[in-house]
Structure formats: C-alpha cells, structure tokens
C-alpha cells in the first residue's frame, strides 16, 4: 500500500500525464483539422458558358458534386433585388451548402477623386449585399490602371502595366489605402470581412498586397489568396500572405488554360497553409478549357484529397 507521500507523488505524475496527453490531444486536433471545399460560381460561368450563368443553377450543380461552399461572383447575377438575393439563400440552405464569399471588382487606380468615390461606393454597396446573402467574406481589388487594350492584353504581359502619365504606383497605394479604410465601417457594420485579393494592379505581388493590409491596420480588411495570380515563384510569394490570408481561391486548369496555365504543387501549398494554421475554405476557381461539368469535379477530387484526404 502507498504511504501518504507516495500517493501524493503519484497523484501529482498522473495529473501531469493527463495534462500533457490533453495538450497533445488538442495539438493533434488543431494539426489535423482539414478545410471545407467551395467552388466559384466564375467556375461554372467563366465569362462564357451562358447556359451556366445562373447562380441558382450553380448552387445547385454545386451541392450535387459534392463541394461544401459556393462563393458568388457579383458581376454574374442575374440582379440585385431583395427576392432574388433570398431565393438564392434558400438554394444554398435546402441543399445544405454554405455562401461562403462573395467575389467583387472594385478600382481605385485613378487620379480623379469622383472615380474613386464611385468605386468606394459600390464597395459598400457589395458589403451590404454580402451581408443580405448572409455571406461573411468579399473579395476586393486595388484595380488596375487601366493602360493595358483589354485583359487579353494585360495577361499577355503577365499581368504587369504602366501608370497612367505623370502618375506613379506610389500616388496609388495612397488613393488605395484611403478608399478601402472608407469602406471599413460598412464592413464592421454589416460583419462582413474584405479580403485584398493578389489580383494585377497593386495586388500583383505580394509586397504590394500587405503593404496596403498592413497600412490600414484592421482586423476587417485580410487577405483573399489567389493560387494562380503569381505567375514567377509562388510559393515564396504565398507564404508571405499565408499568415494574414481569411479565404483562398485555389485555380485549376483541366484541358488548358484560359489565358494562361500554371503546374500548382498543391501539397506544397497546402503545407504552407497548415503552417500558418489556415482553417478556412479553399474555394476552386476552374479557369480551364475543359467542359466546367467535367473539368470541375476532377478539381474537387484533386482538392478533397490534399486538403481533406492529407489533412
């Protein structure tokens, strides 16, 4: 039998396993947690499949592949009245699927106050959609200049423009940070996290990105990360906006890319998002050539098995 000493010291050890067995159980857990897959209404759509425009359709075609989020690009729905934005609600309940982002074109590259103004408008107007569609995240952009003929053009010089004459990047980063710390009490007010995305414009590299996130200094403007949008080195370029990053929109490009294609190491990229404790979703963006019925669920098996099946 223990004497009174020994049973303390036993006591005191087996706390003290315990204690360690939890943490590691909730390390585990944290370590192993895997992300929920989404998919672009854009991947059904792509500026072109008009007979998958429809966002109902899309919400709908999603929850029977499988996927567990749709994110809403603004510019394909079919408007904006109050009916249609709870219809589409009802779609994505019914069908047991989240509206997990809501994707939104926005540019403050301009000298001309009243441009600006306009677009800080509509950005408000998009949060206040957002929050009608019970959506918690929207992708914005910094814009671009608006010097490239047509986005053919833009991407045919990898993204890279000139300013506009007399003009440098650096007047923009001041009309870009100013414009999106005016969209911040919407945001607050709405519960509805803006996410910069890398996408041309200031957005091109990540420096430029987290010099705007990290000027304005909120916790309503973070990152939204674009697989496909670093076309040199991008896996050291998405390690820089991994720690800030609320959503990511991951690009696949089955038969050939649209206007360019990228071989993505997704495994590599899903490490760096576990090393920075990334828990959100991965949302596909199917910019191939492929017949997006065909093209998308091949993307969601490949993104099932590294960010679920490797989790």
Known sequence: MLNRREAICAAAIGATAL????HAADEE????????IAVSTYSFWQFQHQDLRDVETCINRSAEMGFDGVEILHRQMENEENGYLQRLKRAAFVNGIDLCGFSTHQGFLSPDEA????????TIHCIELAYQLGIPTMRVNTGT???SKSFDELMKNRGIESPREGYTDEDAFGWVIDSLEKC?????????LMGLENHWGLGRTPEGVMR??????SPWLQVTMDTGNFLEDPYERLEQLAAKTILVQAKTYHGGGLWYELDLDYPRIAKILRRNKYRGYVSLEFEGREDPRTGIPKSLAMLRETFVGQA
């Open 212 to 217: 705007v996130v990290d000027a304005i200094d």
């Open 115 to 122: 441009v600006r103004q306009k677009n800080i408008d509509h």
């Open 19 to 22: 204690a360690t067995h939890s």
């Open 29 to 36: 857990t944290t370590a192993t947690r895997s992300n929920r």
């Open 145 to 147: 200049w608006g010097t």
């Open 184 to 192: 911040l009490p919407a945001a607050e007010r709405c519960g509805v």
